[in-house]
């Protein structure tokens, strides 16, 4: 069975190059290279042809790309994804704390990587691993996986016109003392460090949006959406703020009410990189943020059911 990703369209145009038709349908010249060398295929009405050639309203035009290959140093492991969607193109998980996206120096197996490789081998799918948008290693919550290099590239396409949207959940050290706001500063890589990250000068521009949601007299909870998506960005914003998240030692916060930082990412909105259908996800927090704030005594917690 030809297990190929394969897009298929019909010719709308009185006449176009095929190359032309086929960057206009975000077929790119190294997807072209790939399709060429690599095992992939372009027909139009069936038959097989080369890019240079005129094609026509009405004409079929199927592309098919190659099988990919998952890296060698990508080892697959058994582990329970929580998968909230799945179809041919994409995967919408709900990542628990404590699990890296990706392997790391530090840790190096049991990452969610590791566990779709194992998904993917138990299905004997042939796919790499492509991980649209990454969470730190102890934030909980929504990631969406590209499940074939095209819808990768898509998704991307996507997030740098803002159509790939997310909005977090976080409980912060202190009373806020505004409903809502926009941190806008620029974000680089604190020069004592290879992990940490700070706001200075000559950083990335860098823009999260606030809005209160709760507080007591020691912790506040804020939704947060992000404009732009730099390392760490949520993490040294709000300590910039002066309200690091709780749990998060390396940004101020501190880790006596829990053991990581109290951040998720509960809602997930995008187009489909396909049927441009309009996909929103939403996951609640873990026990150890619920078990945070219902431990709340000075006022009753109770997370706005707007968010």
Known sequence: MDKRV?????VNEESILLRDFLKNNEISKRSLTHIKYDGGEIKVNGLETTVRNYIHRGDKVEVAFPLENRSPALLPEMIELDILYEDDDVLVINKPPYMNSIPSREHTSRSIANAIAGLYERRKYHGA???ATRLDRDTSGLMLIAKHAHAHHLIGKLQKEHKVKRSYLAVIHGVISTSSGTISAPIGRKSTSIIEREVREDGQHAVTNYR????NSLYSSVELSLQTGRTHQIRVHLHYLGHPIVGD???GGKRDVIQRQALHSRELTFLHPFTQ???RFKAEPPE???????GWTDKSFVIDQKV
Do not use: G, N, P, T
């Open 212 to 215: 209160l949601l709760d507080q």
């Open 288 to 294: 150890d943020i619920l078990s945070l704030m219902k």
């Open 6 to 10: 394969r897009l298929k369209w019909i």
């Open 249 to 251: 030692d390396l940004y």
């Open 129 to 131: 691993v492509h991980i």
């Open 277 to 279: 259908k309009e996909m």
